[in-house]
């Protein structure tokens, strides 16, 4: 007989002190551990009032609990569940009392999710949306990890996958009874019709402008420009929270800062890229080194340049709208204002502005000619804002035209099946082998066409998790936290 299963247990919510914390017991101990800590086992399914009690015998809480027989449970096991008080000392009595069951062991990361997994109740497409589910931050991003989360992708995969292996059946069959001309008679032409029918199916289903994955990651937009020029000061303004550092010193923002933001419903990244520049010191040419990466891997990149310096430099970002911010025009207005970190003489501005121009210039010349890839039609791609990130002159209009660009960048009428790069590829090598069956020189040869149906199968198998898990379970698992 296989060994009995660890019985794994976590608290499931979130951080403690909370007016409820909710623990989890999973595994074929969990009626012994439900009954040892509160003298019973409830209905299936109906909470029940409970007097949870410890090793000595001491009432530890009084909460609700729960019981799931197997199969009928989240993970497929039996499952308890105890609705505590969330208060600290709470929970960690419970926690104990539940660590000295024998058979007992507190839960890794992601493991309810995983035996979930392995008892069949979710595909691996459904834990991804699972765990955007957990991670969605905005409606958009929500609708979708629900719809991939209830099989939008993974059903979808299965019938592909169903009809490719009985395709696959009929090439057997031809392959087998190949001496009996009358029985085999044609059974490949159904077979490559079936063929046929998935290339455009899965075409059609990979030619969706990367929108699914856009839309969970969020438009990201690097604010890069040379040092001082206010762009720690312009992210602060967008996310409205102090979250990068600003400095009147050059060079400060040595790192990459990451901002998350609800713009309209529509998820935005902020990127403050280090004051890019060249440098000797090795602390900050890595710091250069990440923001340029950064800035050319970013959706759109906001290059903000001081409007009342002479300085000119070109944007590091490449094939990617860039939208130029002249910022501190509150100095060129008034230059009494100055302050130390952008003191100039008054002479200056006007060799600010025509500088100013001339960048201007060279970014617009440089984006008409290169074109955009894979971006969809916008003509927001040669922006120019004047603004001012300390007074919030010109900073509406910015702020609109950067909602107006997440929406065109992420907005699309269908849901999307393909989110992660994952799913791009399998997909991709289903219907690379698929190609390869329809070659006109596999004619004939039904043993190199039914090999190239079982490499599409075996794709699509990858997708849903039902073939090669084990090398990727731990990347997908690895992102869910411990009570999941
Ligand atoms: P970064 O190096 O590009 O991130 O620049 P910071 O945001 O750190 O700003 C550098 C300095 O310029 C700070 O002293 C800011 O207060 C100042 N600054 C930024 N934006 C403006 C602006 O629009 N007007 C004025 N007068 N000062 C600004």
Redesign the pocket.
């Known amino acids: 007989m296989p060994a009995e299963r660890d019985t794994i247990f976590a608290l499931s919510s979130g951080r403690p002190p909370a007016a409820i914390a909710v623990v989890r017991i999973s595994g074929p101990r969990a009626g012994d551990a439900l009954k040892r800590l509160s003298g019973k086992i409830p209905e299936p399914r109906k909470a029940a009032l409970a007097r949870i009690r410890g090793a000595d015998n001491e009432i530890i809480d009084e909460a609700l609990a729960l019981w799931f027989p197997a199969p009928h449970s989240e993970t497929g096991e039996d499952t308890a569940e105890l609705q505590l008080h969330g208060g600290r000392a709470v929970i960690a009595a419970t926690l104990a009392a539940l660590g000295k069951i024998e058979g007992l062991r507190p839960a890794e990361a992601g493991e309810f999710t995983r035996r979930a997994f392995e008892n069949g109740k979710l595909d691996l497409t459904a834990v991804e949306g699972l765990a955007d589910l957990v991670m969605a931050e905005t409606d958009g991003q929500r609708r979708q990890a629900l719809r991939q989360m209830q099989g939008l992708l993974g059903n979808r995969a299965e019938t592909w996958r169903d009809r490719l292996i009985r395709a696959l059946a009929l090439i057997e069959a031809r392959i087998d009874f190949s001496d009996e001309a009358d029985v085999a008679a044609d059974l490949v032409t159904p077979a490559l019709h079936a063929a046929r029918e998935l290339v455009s199916e899965i075409e059609a289903a990979l030619a969706d402008g990367h929108r699914g994955e856009r839309l969970r990651e969020g438009l990201v937009v690097a604010?890069a420009?040379?040092?001082?020029?206010?762009?720690?000061?312009?992210?602060?303004r967008i996310a409205r929270r102090e979250a990068?550092?600003?400095?009147?010193?050059?060079?400060?923002?040595r790192d990459v800062i990451e901002v998350h933001l609800d713009l309209g419903g529509l998820p935005v990244t902020l990127l403050?890229t280090a004051?890019i520049r060249d440098t000797d010191d090795p602390v900050e040419m890595e710091g250069v080194r990440r923001a340029r990466e950064r800035a050319e891997a970013a959706d759109l990149v906001l290059w903000?340049v001081?409007a009342?310096a002479p300085e000119s430099t070109r944007p590091a970002a490449s094939g990617r709208p860039v939208w130029v911010i002249r910022?501190?025009?509150?100095?060129v207005r008034q230059p009494d204002?100055?302050?130390?970190?952008?003191l100039q003489s008054d002479r200056r501005s006007e060799a600010t502005f025509m500088a100013n121009e001339r960048l201007t210039g060279m970014v617009n010349q440089r984006l008409t000619g290169s074109p955009q890839r894979n971006e969809p039609k916008s003509d927001m791609s040669e922006q120019i804002f004047i603004?001012?990130?300390?007074?919030g002159?010109g900073f509406d209009a910015l702020l609109a035209q950067l909602t107006r660009h997440a929406d065109s960048f992420l907005a699309g009428a269908e849901p999307a099946l393909v989110t992660r790069a994952r799913h791009r590829r399998a997909l991709e090598d289903a219907l690379a082998a698929l190609r390869r069956a329809l070659k006109p020189e596999l004619a004939g040869r039904e043993d190199l066409l039914a090999e190239e149906l079982r490499l599409a199968a075996r794709a699509l198998g990858r997708l849903t998790g039902r073939v090669d898990v084990e090398d990727i379970l731990d990347v997908i698992f690895r992102d869910f936290c411990i009570g999941k």
Do not use: F, M, Q
Not at 225 to 236: D, Q, R, V
Not at 327 to 331: A, F, M, P, S, V
């Open positions: 604010i420009g040379p040092p001082n020029a206010g762009k720690s000061t312009l992210l602060n990068a550092i600003v400095s009147p010193y050059a060079g400060t923002t403050d004051g903000v001081d009342s910022n501190k025009i509150d100095l204002k100055r302050n130390e970190s952008t603004i001012s990130a300390v007074t002159e």
